[in-house]
C-alpha cells in the first residue's frame, strides 16, 4: 500500500527502498514527496494571494471628499496649532499635498459648478450664489443646466456606480438634484445649512425625508452613507463617491463624540469630526483591500468666513477669506492619495486648481470627455510627481460673480482696482461681526515672495500688470461670449 501521509514516509515505503535497486527507489520516493511538498506550497502561496491581494478592477475608484468654507491653515499638517487632523496628515502623507491649489470661486455654488463640470462658473451659467428663497434678486428656479456634463454622469457612462452625500447647491428644484446629473443616490440638504432658518431639508435621492434636521449628526449621517455605499459596490464595480460636507459653513455642529474635544473650540471640534470621518472612509478602503486602487481627493469649496470670528476658519498667512478676490478666499488645502501613481509624501507646488479634476479623471479613466468646451486640463503628470512646463505658463483667472477681479500667472498676481470687504470686528459664537465695505485700487503682487499680498508691486512693473490686466478683460469678454445657459425650472 502506497503511503496516504504527505509529510513521514512509510513503513512499506522504507522496506521498498531498501530493496533490490534500493538506491534508485529511495531517489523516486524522495522526488515524490518533494514534487508533493512543492505542490502544497503552491496551493498555500496561491490561496493566500487570492486572499489577501487588493482588489483590483481596470478602473480606479475615485472618492472626493469636500468641505465647505475650510481655510487654507485649518489642518495640523497646513500648519495649524489648535486643530487636529491626523488622519488626513496620514492621508497627505500616503500621497501629495498641495499648497498653490485653487477654487474657481470664493463663494460656494459657483465652486461646486467649477469642480464637477470642469468650467469656470460664469461658462456653465452659474457664477452667482444660488439662494432657495430668492433673496438679494436671486432666481429660486434655477440650477446647473440638465445639458452640462458633471463628473458623475461622465463616469457612469463608463460603467461607474455613482453616489453622492452632503451639500449640493446647484439648484434645489427636482430638476437640478444630484440624480439628474449623473449621481444614482443622493443624501443630503440641497443647499447652505444657514438658507432655511429652521426647515432645513434632508433629501434621499430626489425625496424630502426630513425637515429641521439635527445638523450635529449631518457629517456622521453621510459617512455611514458612504460606508454603505463602498460596501455595496466593493469588488464590483468601479465607484466614484462625492461626500460634500455640510461643514464647516455655519451654524456649526458637531456629534457628541467630538464636541469640546478640539483645542480649536467649536470650529475645530467640527473639523476634527470630518478628519474623523476621513479615517473611517480610509479604513474602509483598506478593509475592503480598494485603498491601493482608490484616488481619493480632498478640499474645500472656498476660504474661511472671516466675520465669524472663533466659528470661522482661519487661512493662515494668506490674506482675506470667504468672498474675497485674496488668496485667503481662493486658495485652500488640497491632498490626494492614490498608492503606486502619486507619490507618497509628496508636496506640489504648481499652479492648480478644481477644474482640472475633472479632465484628469477622463484621462484615468478613458472616459470620454464632454461635448461641451471645458476649462480645466489634465494634470495627471504633475500627480505622478513629472514636470509639467504649461503649468508654469498657464493663467489662472479670479472671478467675483461674472466680473474678472484678478489675474495670476506664474509668481505673479494682478489685482483689478475693486469694491471688497474688510472685518472690522469679528464675530464670537455664531453671531456675525462687522464687515465694512472698501475701495481697493488695482495692484501687482508676487506671490513668491509675497504670499500674504502686502507689497503692491505696480509701480515697479507696470508693463507686467497691463499685460495680466488686459488678458483678464480679453478672458471675461470671450468668457461672457461662450457663456452657456444656466438650467431654469418652468
Ligand atoms: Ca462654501
Known sequence: MPSTDWISISKSEIITAFSINGSKNIKRIFMKKIILYFILLLAVVIGLYIILKPKKQSLPNVVIIFTDDQG??????????????????????????????????????????????????????????????????????????????????????????????????????????????????????????????????????????????????????????GIDFIKSKAGKVPFFLYLAHTMPHIPLAASINYIGTSKGGLYGDVIEEIDGSVGVIIHELKNQRLLENTLVIFTSDNGPWLSYGNHGGSAGVLRGGK????????????????????????????????????????????????????????????????????????????????????????????????NGGIVTEPGIDGINGKTNRVYHEEALYNLISDISEQDNLIAQFPERAARLKKAGEIFELKIKAEARPIGIDQ
Open 323 to 418: 468672498f474675497d478676490v485674496w488668496e485667503g478666499g481662493f486658495r485652500v488645502p488640497a491632498i490626494m492619495s492614490w498608492p503606486g501613481v502619486i507619490p507618497s509624501e509628496s508636496v506640489n507646488n504648481n499652479l492648480i486648481h478644481t477644474m482640472d479634476i475633472l479632465p484628469t479623471l477622463i484621462a484615468i479613466t478613458g472616459a470620454l470627455l464632454p461635448k461641451n468646451k471645458i476649462d480645466g486640463v489634465n494634470v495627471l503628470s504633475s500627480l505622478r510627481g513629472g514636470k509639467m512646463n504649461e503649468l508654469q505658463k498657464r493663467i489662472f483667472y479670479y472671478f467675483g460673480g461674472s466680473k474678472i477681479k484678478a489675474v495670476r500667472k506664474g509668481e505673479w498676481k494682478y489685482v483689478f482696482g475693486h
Open 72 to 225: 487654507y491653515d485649518d489642518l495640523s499638517i497646513y500648519g495649524s496649532e489648535t486643530i487636529n487632523t491626523p488622519h488626513l496628515d496620514a492621508l497627505a502623507k500616503s500621497g501629495m499635498r498641495f499648497t498653490d491649489f485653487h477654487v474657481a470661486s470664493s463663494v460656494c455654488t459657483p465652486s461646486r459648478a467649477a469642480l464637477l463640470t470642469g468650467c469656470y462658473p460664469d461658462r456653465v451659467g452659474l457664477p452667482n450664489v444660488l439662494f432657495p428663497n430668492g433673496p438679494y434678486r436671486s432666481n429660486p428656479n434655477v440650477g446647473l443646466n440638465p445639458d452640462e456634463e458633471t463628473i458623475a454622469e461622465l463616469l457612469k457612462k463608463k460603467g461607474y456606480a455613482t453616489a453622492m452625500a452632503g451639500k449640493w447647491h446647484l439648484g434645489h428644484k427636482q430638476k437640478f438634484l444630484p440624480l439628474q446629473h449623473g449621481f444614482d443616490s443622493y443624501l443630503g440638504v440641497p443647499y447652505s445649512n444657514d438658507m432655511s432658518k429652521g426647515e432645513l431639508p434632508l433629501v434621499k435621492d430626489n425625496k424630502v425625508v426630513e425637515v429641521d434636521i439635527d445638523q450635529s449628526l449631518l457629517t456622521k449621517r453621510y459617512t455611514d452613507f
